[in-house]
């Protein structure tokens, strides 16, 4: 079974700051997918970026840049010029490529995210 | 897009009663997941559809859990006989089909509290 793993309960920046969040994951497939989840509190859970696997390049979106790799099975999430509504819970999650019965998000347990003014 | 609907947002019951959830998936997307978030972790998958097909059941928790989606379009979960550990925040969330990495997207969840 493939697990995630959050090393990081909780983690502070200074506004306008950068942050790495970290995230490392195991399995035995070689094909899958990996997607940062915020969860801001009281409210939905929204997708903030997402990776292939047999992409090499790193994604990214806006302010939002991951570090993929593959080999040490780390999938890092970077925030530059961290705002006020950066705060939330951050989840990692895994997804096995197409193909198979479960096809559920495998989830870790959340870094909480504090933004300091 | 008006995004996945679920109801109630809050569910108090007593131990033993039996307790229905009810989620609407956004319009277009064909899949429909059900997941489980207790306090401080992060979502456990329950179960999913692939329109009116459950193609995953084995995860949901106990015999006591049940998901239905009749018509390929609104998802109910059902919980019987509820117990103190039933206690969290239910997610439902939607996708298309294809690629794996069509975003799933959630609703706000339904709170369960047994008293």
């Known amino acids: 079974a493939q697990t995630v793993t959050q090393s990081q309960p909780e983690m502070s920046v200074q506004e306008a700051e950068t942050v790495t969040l970290s995230c490392t994951y195991d399995t035995s497939e070689s094909d899958y997918y990996l997607f940062w989840y915020k969860q801001p509190p009281s409210r939905q859970m929204i997708l903030v970026i997402r990776q292939e696997a047999y992409k090499q390049q790193n994604a990214t979106e806006n302010r939002f840049s991951v570090n993929f790799q593959k080999a040490a099975k780390s999938f890092s999430l970077k925030i530059s010029d961290s705002q006020l509504g950066d705060a939330a819970m951050y989840f990692c999650?895994?997804?096995?490529?197409?193909?198979?019965?479960?096809?559920?998000?495998?989830f870790g347990k959340g870094t909480h995210l504090i933004i300091q003014p | 897009d008006t995004g996945v609907s679920q109801n109630p947002r809050h569910k108090i019951t007593k131990r033993g009663q039996n307790v229905t959830f009810r989620c609407d998936p956004i319009?277009?997307?064909?899949?429909l997941y059900w997941y489980r978030q207790t306090l401080g972790q992060g979502p456990e998958f329950l179960t999913y559809f692939q329109n009116e097909a459950q193609l995953e059941k084995s995860r949901l928790l106990s015999d006591r859990f049940s998901a239905e989606r009749p018509k390929g379009s609104f998802s109910t979960l059902e919980i019987q006989r509820t117990e103190q550990g039933d206690s969290a925040m239910y997610l439902c969330?939607?996708?298309?089909?294809?690629?794996?990495?069509?975003?799933?997207?959630f609703g706000d969840g339904t709170r369960l509290s047994i008293l």
């Open positions: 319009s277009e997307h064909n899949r």
């Open positions: 969330a939607s996708s298309r089909a294809g690629k794996s990495n069509q975003p799933q997207h």
């Open positions: 999650a895994y997804r096995r490529r197409e193909g198979g019965g479960a096809d559920g998000l495998t």
